[in-house]
Nanobody, 113 residues
Framework: QVQLVESGGGLVQPGGSLRLSCAAS????????LGWYRQAPEKQRELVAQ???????YYADSVKGRFTISRDNAKNTVYLQMNSLKPEDTAVYYC???????WGQGTQVTVSS
């Protein structure tokens, strides 16, 4: 079973950038499809981006062109580069395998001036 720990969140002004990281423990990281999710207050958790074992990516329409998901199998890490951030991107961001396993604590991203 893969265990995942998110990091890299913080407070950023609109238009700014952040890079989230998700470090995985456990074996066979490279075979998993991985996803970044987010949950804003009083909203359901949503899939933001995913990347397959072969590197194919998917993005939600709301982040397309602004966010980039990538993975480094040698480091057992998946990243989410977030550019041109908007206040509506404010949420707790989580990573997970797909199909999802246990959730971690996530990392808070706040976009505000």
């Amino acid at each position: 079973q893969v265990q995942l720990v998110e990091s890299g969140g913080g407070l950023v002004q609109p238009g700014g950038s952040l890079r989230l990281s998700c470090a995985a423990s456990g074996s066979r990281f490279s075979i998993y499809t991985l996803g970044w999710y987010r949950q804003a207050p009083e909203k359901q958790r949503e899939l933001v981006a995913q990347i397959t074992a072969g590197g194919r990516t998917y993005y939600a329409d709301s982040v397309k062109g602004r966010f980039t998901i990538s993975r480094d199998n040698a480091k057992n890490t998946v990243y989410l580069q977030m550019n041109s951030l908007k206040p509506e991107d404010t949420a707790v961001y989580y990573c997970n395998v797909i199909p999802v396993g246990p959730w971690g604590q996530g990392t808070q991203v706040t976009v505000s001036s």
